[in-house]
């Protein structure tokens, strides 16, 4: 689609209801630059923005999917973790779609390597599905860093104990993808993995049928019990269900239904990730 802005290390695209957002670093393996971390803020809100996305897949050229922070950078540039220093004290982190508050459904499509602070994309996604080939490890300890926030959001989806495995193992084991899958990491495991783009294309045109207010809605809900004890997480739920009461989509939902068609959902407001009301 024409309109995206044009990104140096990240690429945007359009395929029917699914935006793509491709780390597109594939001769340093994806890894994060400074200029990369700043542009996914604008990635991730010029995919929200565009009605006509209903679903966004987040994965990477070549050979890996995300390797995290860019070593060689942060070795040599004279600032070294120092550049972030102000955003991690404030917690003021802008570069998964968590982070920005996408209420868009989120698919991760992990092709290759997923190192070290590629899980902040893992653990932030909604769904993750990986190809057969993909290898899962954390070499924060062994680079002399600290595993923290993206190891936190990955403990809402795997055991504690895979986590910490990774965690303190460091660069010397890998996680394959069935194995990822097992632990409930992933999803899906696509083989060959040369289909896991049209897996994950697929996957965002089946949701892409469901009504972009409900679903917007139903991840406000859901994400928000992560912060909250049961009984708050359940009343705030409630909030977000009866907020569909009256919505045209509510109403077109249940007529589709018994006219044996498609529904005719009303469009998102751009940047809400939410239909009109």
């Known amino acids: 689609m024409s309109g995206?802005?044009?990104?140096?290390c990240l690429r945007l695209e359009r395929h029917g209801p699914v935006g793509w957002l491709i780390n597109n670093r594939p001769e340093r393996l994806n890894a994060m630059s400074a200029r990369m971390r700043d542009e996914f803020e604008v990635a991730w809100k010029a995919l929200d923005a565009d009605p006509a996305v209903r679903v966004i897949v987040h994965?990477?050229?070549?050979?890996?999917?995300?390797?995290?922070?860019?070593?060689?950078?942060?070795?040599?540039?004279?600032?070294?973790m120092e550049r972030y220093r102000e955003s991690l004290e404030r917690f003021?982190?802008?570069?998964?779609?968590?982070?920005?508050?996408?209420w868009k459904p989120v698919i991760a499509a992990v092709n290759g390597i997923c190192a070290g602070g590629g899980f902040h994309f893992?653990?932030?996604?909604?769904i993750v599905i990986a190809a057969s080939d993909a290898e899962f490890f954390d070499p924060h300890t062994s680079?002399?860093?600290?595993?923290?926030?993206?190891a936190i959001g990955l403990l809402r989806k795997m055991p504690a104990e895979a986590v910490m495995r990774m965690a303190l193992v460091g660069r010397h084991e890998r996680l394959g993808a069935r194995r990822a899958y097992?632990?409930?990491?992933?999803?899906?495991?696509?083989?060959?993995?040369?289909?896991?783009?049209?897996?994950?294309?697929e996957l965002g045109e089946r949701i892409a049928r469901n009504s972009p207010a409900a679903?917007?809605?139903?991840?406000?809900?859901?994400?928000?019990?992560?912060?909250?004890?049961?009984?708050?997480?359940c009343r705030r739920g409630a909030a977000e269900l009866v907020s569909m009461w009256g919505h045209p989509d509510q109403l077109e939902g249940p007529r589709a239904f018994a006219e044996k068609r498609e529904p005719r959902w009303a469009d998102p407001v751009p940047g809400?990730?939410?239909?009109?009301?």
Do not use: C
Not at 92 to 102: G, S, Y
Not at 182 to 201: F, H, I, N, T, Y
């Open 143 to 150: 680079v002399g860093q600290v595993v923290a926030v993206e």
């Open 182 to 201: 097992e632990l409930g990491m992933v999803s899906q495991v696509v083989d060959p993995p040369e289909r896991l783009r049209e897996a994950a294309q």
């Open 59 to 80: 994965t990477g050229e070549g050979r890996a999917f995300q390797t995290g922070v860019d070593v060689t950078e942060i070795a040599t540039d004279g600032l070294g």
């Open 4 to 8: 995206y802005p044009e990104l140096s």
């Open 272 to 277: 809400s990730g939410s239909a009109a009301t």
């Open 215 to 233: 679903m917007a809605a139903t991840k406000r809900a859901l994400w928000g019990a992560f912060e909250l004890g049961l009984t708050e997480a």
């Open 92 to 102: 003021e982190l802008r570069f998964t779609a968590w982070h920005n508050r996408i």
């Open 122 to 126: 893992v653990a932030d996604a909604d």
